[in-house]
C-alpha cells in the first residue's frame, strides 16, 4: 500500500518519532525489503600511500540507493538497522558483496587490494561467524588477507569479543580501530586489544594548521602506533597541508577528499589498474 510505504519512508528520516513501536516495525519491514529488493550498494574510497602516492587498499562504505530519494548515506540508516535488528544480516551482505567484487576485479585483471569493512557490535553475536567468514572466502577463492574488519573503539572496548578478533587475527585477517582517539583512547587497552592497525579520526586531521593540541595528538598516535607495531591511517584528509604535516610526522597512509572520494565501483577500476 502506497500510503504505508511513503510513511515508512517518512519516519526512517524522523528520529523524534522513532521510539514509537509501531513505526519501529514499519521501519524495520522498510529495511528489510530493502535488503530483499538488493537496494544497498558499497562505495569503496581509496587509501592512499602517503609518500608515493600509491593506492595501497579501500574502504567499502554503503550507501542506500533509494527507488525515489537517490542515493542515502549511512549516518541517515545505519541506526535504523542496528535498531531493526537487521545489523548481522547487513554487514553478512556486505562482507559476501566486498568478496563478489574484488573476484570481478581480479577476473578484470585489477590487482587484488585489501578491501576493509565496518563491522558494528552486533555483527560478533553472529554464530559461527568466523566459520561463515572463511566459507565466504573460500567460494570466492580469495585469501584472508584481502579483508580488514574497522571497529570503532566503543565495540572494540568489550573484552568479551577478544577472543573473535584474535581468532580473525590468526586467520590474517587485519583488525583496525575505526575513528581512534574519539573514545575511550586508553593506552593500556592497546596493549591487550588484538588489533593491527589504527585508522586517526578525521578530527584530529582538521585540527592540523589550526591546533597545536590536535597536532600533539596526532604526533603521540604516530609514535605510539609506531611503537607498538601497528599500521597506521590518517582518516579525512582534505588539504595539501594537512597531508604534509602526516608525511613530515611519518604517518604512512591516507584517506580523505584531497585523493578520492569514496567511488562507485566503475571508478575504481580507472584508480587501481
Ligand atoms: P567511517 O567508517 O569513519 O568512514 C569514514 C567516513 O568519512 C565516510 O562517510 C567517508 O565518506 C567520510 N570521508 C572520507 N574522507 C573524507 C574527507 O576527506 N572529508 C570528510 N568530511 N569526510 C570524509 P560515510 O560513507 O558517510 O560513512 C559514515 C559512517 O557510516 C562510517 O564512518 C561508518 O561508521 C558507517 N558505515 C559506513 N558503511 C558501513 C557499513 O557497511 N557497515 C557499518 N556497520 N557501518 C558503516
Ligand atoms: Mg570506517
Ligand atoms: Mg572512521
Ligand atoms: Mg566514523
Request: hydrophobic letters at 40%; a negative charge.
Amino acid at each position: 500500500q502506497a500510503k504505508t510505504l511513503e510513511d515508512a519512508n517518512f519516519f526512517i528520516f524522523d528520529w523524534e518519532l522513532r521510539e514509537k513501536l509501531e513505526q519501529k516495525t514499519m521501519i524495520a519491514k522498510y529495511l528489510h525489503s530493502a535488503l530483499e529488493r538488493e537496494e544497498f550498494v558499497l562505495h569503496y574510497q581509496p587509501q592512499i600511500n602517503a609518500v608515493t602516492g600509491k593506492m595501497i587498499g579501500m574502504e567499502a562504505l554503503i550507501r542506500w540507493n533509494h527507488p525515489e530519494k537517490g542515493l542515502i548515506g549511512p549516518g541517515t540508516f545505519i541506526a535504523a538497522v542496528e535498531e531493526a535488528g537487521l545489523m548481522i544480516q547487513l554487514t553478512d551482505w556486505v562482507i559476501r558483496e566486498v568478496c563478489r567484487q574484488l573476484c570481478e576485479w581480479r577476473a578484470m585483471g585489477l590487482p587484488l587490494l585489501r578491501t576493509s569493512i565496518n563491522i558494528s557490535n552486533s555483527w560478533f553475536y553472529n554464530r559461527n561467524l568466523i566459520e561463515n567468514l572463511l566459507a565466504v572466502l573460500d567460494h570466492h577463492g580469495l585469501e584472508t588477507s584481502v579483508l580488514e574488519f574497522e571497529i570503532t573503539e566503543s565495540t572494540a572496548l568489550l573484552e568479551e569479543h577478544y577472543p573473535l578478533l584474535q581468532q580473525m587475527r590468526d586467520h590474517g585477517i587485519v583488525v583496525s580501530i575505526d575513528d581512534f582517539g574519539t573514545k575511550y583512547s586508553s593506552l593500556n587497552y592497546l596493549k591487550h586489544f588484538p588489533v593491527n592497525k589504527i585508522k586517526i579520526d578525521r578530527t584530529f586531521i582538521t585540527g592540523i594548521g589550526v591546533s597545536s593540541i590536535d597536532e600533539t595528538i596526532i604526533k603521540s598516535i604516530v609514535f605510539v602506533a609506531s611503537q607498538l607495531g601497528y599500521d597506521l591511517i590518517a582518516e579525512g584528509v582534505e588539504t595539501q597541508e594537512q597531508l604534509e604535516f602526516l608525511i613530515k610526522h611519518n604517518c604512512p597512509h591516507i584517506q580523505g577528499f584531497l585523493f578520492f572520494p569514496p567511488l562507485p565501483p566503475e571508478d575504481i577500476h580507472k584508480v587501481a589498474s
